[in-house]
Each structure stands twice: as structure tokens, then as C-alpha cells.
Nanobody, 122 residues
């Protein structure tokens, strides 16, 4: 099965930046989309970004601060996070959609990583 592994999480002060990495065990071209999600107590799981060969999507709340990109040759998807806020504190997951489609609606994501923790505090 496809395996995903996140890395790059850690602690940062408000206004700081982090880059998260999602490495995949199979070539990215095999999948229609790779998304980043986050989960925090009381908020549930929410979409952070979605990237495919067709387009890139961000929720309005993250647009301008977060950006996602992929390096297909190395099977890596990145999430660059800038101007971090305390509300960004969460466990961040990457997920891959292998079925038909290029959007990252949670029920249609087929494979998930174990997550990496991001803590934003003074």
C-alpha cells in the first residue's frame, strides 16, 4: 500500500515559519491529488491545502500564508507556512487521493500519514 510520512513540525513563535514535508512511497504521478489537513482539539480535521497536476487550492483563511508544492521526481509534497499564529497549532497530516478526481474532500482521500505536530506559542 502507499505510505506517507510527514516531517518538519516543531515549535515556533507567532509570526514564524515552518516547512513541512510529505514523502511518499510511490511516484506522485500515480495520484490525482495530495492534500494537507490539520487536526486540533475542539476543531476536528480541516483542509489546509490541496495540490494536483491541474491546480492548487487553499481555504480562504490560509491563502497568502500557506503554500504547497510538489517535487515529483523525489515523491515529496511541501507545505510552506508563514506568519504562523497560535490558532495554527495542530497535528498536520498529508493524504493522497488515488481515485478519480483532483479535489481533496476528506472522505475521498485514500491514504494518510501519521501526522507531525506544529506548536505556535510565545
Amino acid at each position: 500500500q502507499l505510505r506517507l510520512e510527514e516531517s518538519g513540525g516543531g515549535s515556533v513563535q507567532p509570526g514564524g515559519s515552518l516547512r513541512l514535508f510529505c514523502t511518499t512511497s510511490q511516484v506522485i504521478l500515480d495520484y490525482f491529488a495530495v492534500g494537507w489537513f490539520r487536526e486540533a482539539p475542539g476543531r476536528g480535521r480541516e483542509l489546509v491545502s490541496c495540490i494536483s497536476d491541474v491546480n492548487t487550492y487553499y481555504p480562504d483563511s490560509n491563502l497568502g500564508r500557506f503554500s504547497t508544492s510538489m517535487e515529483k521526481a523525489w515523491n515529496v509534497v511541501y507545505l510552506q507556512m508563514n506568519d504562523l499564529k497560535p490558532d495554527d497549532t495542530a497535528t498536520y497530516y498529508c493524504a493522497a487521493r488515488a481515485g478519480s478526481g483532483n479535489i481533496c474532500n476528506e472522505p475521498y482521500m485514500d491514504y494518510w500519514g501519521k501526522g507531525t505536530l506544529v506548536t505556535v506559542s510565545s
